[in-house]
Structure formats: C-alpha cells, structure tokens
Nanobody, 125 residues
Framework: QVQVVESGGGLVQAGGSLRLSCTASGRTFRYFSMGWFRQAPGKEREFVSRISWSGGSTSYADSVKGRFTITRNNAENTVYLQMDSLNPEDTAVYYC??????????????????WGQGTRVTVSS
C-alpha cells in the first residue's frame, strides 16, 4: 500500500507564492507518475499538473500554466508544486495523487491509484 501525504498549504496574499510538497511511501515511488488536483469550495475537483516518473514530462492546466511548476525528487520520494503569482481563484484544497501507469491521460482523476488527504491553500485579496 502506498501512502501519499501533502504539506505546505496555508494562507497567502494575492501575488504571493507557496510550495506544496507531496511524499509517497514505498520504493516504487520513482516509477509513479504524479499529479496535483484541487477542489475549490462548491466546485468539482480539477486537474492542476502532472509529472512523469522521470520528471522529463510535465503538463499543466491552462489556468496555472506559467505560474505553477511541478518537480520531483525521486531520491526523497517527493514531488513539489511551486505556486507563484497566486490569486484568490487558486484558493482550494490541493490533492496529490500517484499513478502506477506512465501512459495515462493526466487530467483524468480516475487513472490515479493513490490519493492524499489534501492540503488547504487560501489566497486573500
């Protein structure tokens, strides 16, 4: 069983930055593709970003492209989401997820096998 744990959420002013971290247990982390999703109050969960097992391929939702950066450190079983130029529309609970398959369609949350409990990000105006 793989456990996924997010951290790094908090309250930040508009225009500020936060870095979210996600750690996953187990030696097989380095073979997982990892994704970030978010769910704003009253809205459905949506795709934010995805990174391949090697880190060589990344993808982003249009709403965060150019502002968010996903990276990973396989030696530390950790994936990061650097969030810059935050705005109130980024307020949400952010979830990290692990996908055992490399060829999945990243924005489809159903392809992910393991999920964390989420970390809350609040951006004040």
């Amino acid at each position: 069983q793989v456990q996924v744990v997010e951290s790094g959420g908090g309250l930040v002013q508009a225009g500020g930055s936060l870095r979210l971290s996600c750690t996953a247990s187990g030696r097989t982390f380095r073979y997982f593709s990892m994704g970030w999703f978010r769910q704003a109050p009253g809205k459905e969960r949506e795709f934010v970003s995805r990174i391949s097992w090697s880190g060589g391929s990344t993808s982003y939702a249009d709403s965060v492209k150019g502002r968010f950066t996903i990276t990973r450190n396989n030696a530390e079983n950790t994936v990061y989401l650097q969030m810059d130029s935050l705005n109130p529309e980024d307020t949400a609970v952010y979830y990290c997820a692990a996908d055992r398959n490399s060829g999945s369609y990243g924005p489809n949350e159903n392809v992910y096998d393991y999920w964390g409990q989420g970390t809350r990000v609040t951006v004040s105006s």
